[in-house]
């Protein structure tokens, strides 16, 4: 058995819980989150959505399929830390290429085991996110608290410059399928697509290719002059970390690119849900807890149909937005959880987006339509 050092998990409110180090053994801080995940723990260390977050996973087992090069969303771990319950340095799972532990050593991010994560969840839960510290060896509680409470939050930040792609590429990848791998492109692809990168996940590009469409990736920064020299058949604004009134850059080209392009069909995600409600004139409020996990309820509210989905925000776009009677959107779904808006179009343009994730790997796969409704409405123009 390997030798085990001792780690802490300090929050700002003054919680300590001690654990056990895997992982690299350096001390980070960032916003303690919890996800409601079985599966997919690759996917959640590798989504760029998780910069400046420390994640706990609420399943009591981590580890047990190792890590391959095939199911990362993103070329590195983004999360700042790691919290579970046990971790399993023996991975079960034909596909694994390398323990969980040894791939967070790689990466410079700490993971904390022997973690009670039923009662650190409860606590998030009662007294909302905050900031925490994971730190390893023999060191005081009260001084890891203090650092906590000194900590940056993410209220403000801008993070996607830190995730974003340093200058524009063209992506064709499809998704991976078993005993495939990941599938080839179209040889003609139909649409020309321009996604504004914030973090955005490989999956969703997949996606996309999968659909017939090119895709040419464009930096957080990129000006609506940018965007619109492309002369795309759609438009995609992405997923990110951080606070989206964090971001006033790029609302205001998105605002552009629909004033210049009103005929333009439009789809965002998450944190793309979020900055196109800014960019029509929306507030974004920070919710207690955020939405982390993939069994959030979401229903149509056009067909009362209701979606299981995976959900990472901690932010939204609030009902009374959609309340104002110049509002130039309506509200297409909403969370069965807390009842926060989920979705949004357009009243007259083909602008729309949702604030969960339609392209989740591993699933549920409920919401995986929204990118055929996005190529329908490509095709109508």
């Known amino acids: 058995m390997k030798p085990r050092k001792r780690a802490y998990l300090a929050l700002a409110d003054g919680t300590v819980l001690p654990g056990w180090s895997f992982g690299a053994p350096v001390e980070v801080s960032g916003e303690v989150v919890f996800h409601t995940g079985m ?33 990362l969303e993103s070329a590195r771990v983004w999360v700042n830390g790691f919290v579970v319950k046990e971790y399993i340095d023996a991975p079960s799972s034909f596909r694994s290429r390398q323990t969980l532990g040894d791939y967070l050593k790689e990466q410079g ?21 905050q900031t925490g510290i994971i730190a390893t060896g023999d060191l005081d ?12 939050g993410i209220v403000g930040r801008d993070l996607t410059r830190e995730v974003t792609c340093n200058s524009s590429y063209d992506f064709y990848e499809g998704t991976w399928k078993l005993g495939v791998g990941h599938q080839p492109p179209a040889a003609q692809p139909r649409f020309h697509v321009a996604a504004l990168d914030f973090g955005i996940k490989t999956n969703i590009l997949r996606c996309l290719a999968d659909h017939g469409c090119k895709v040419t990736v464009l930096p957080a920064s990129a000006t609506a002059s ?16 951080g606070d989206p009134e964090g971001v006033p850059h790029a609302f205001a080209a998105i605002r552009e690119v629909m004033e210049k392009r009103p005929d333009l069909p439009t789809f965002g995600i998450c944190l793309g849900h ?19 996990g993939a069994n959030h ?9 209701v979606a299981i989905t995976s959900q990472n925000h901690n932010f939204a776009v609030p009902q009374e937005f959609f309340d104002r009677p110049d509002c130039p959107a309506e509200m297409t779904h909403i969370n069965l959880n807390d ?40 095709e109508e123009r």
């Open 339 to 378: 009842k926060t808006c989920e979705g949004m179009r357009h009243k007259t343009r083909p602008v729309f987006s949702v604030q969960y994730h339609p392209e989740a790997s591993p699933g549920p796969h409920d919401a995986a339509p929204l990118f055929a409704r996005f190529i329908d409405l490509m």
């Open 297 to 305: 309820p979401v229903m149509d509210l056009a067909t009362r149909e």
């Open 109 to 129: 991010v700490p993971g904390i085991e022997g973690v009670d994560t039923r009662f650190l969840t409860r606590r998030l839960r009662n007294h909302g996110s």
């Open 39 to 71: 599966t997919g723990y690759q996917e959640i260390l590798t989504d760029p959505s998780y910069r400046g977050q420390i994640v706990t996973m609420t399943y009591t087992q981590i580890g047990n399929t190792g890590v391959n090069p095939e199911d």
């Open 141 to 152: 509680p009260a001084e890891l608290v203090r650092r906590a409470k000194a900590a940056p």
């Open 226 to 241: 940018d965007i619109l020299s492309l002369n795309p058949d759609g438009f995609f604004i992405s997923n990110g970390p």
């Open 274 to 292: 979020q900055l196109l409600g800014l960019a029509m004139g929306a507030k974004t409020v920070k919710l207690k807890f955020g939405h982390h």
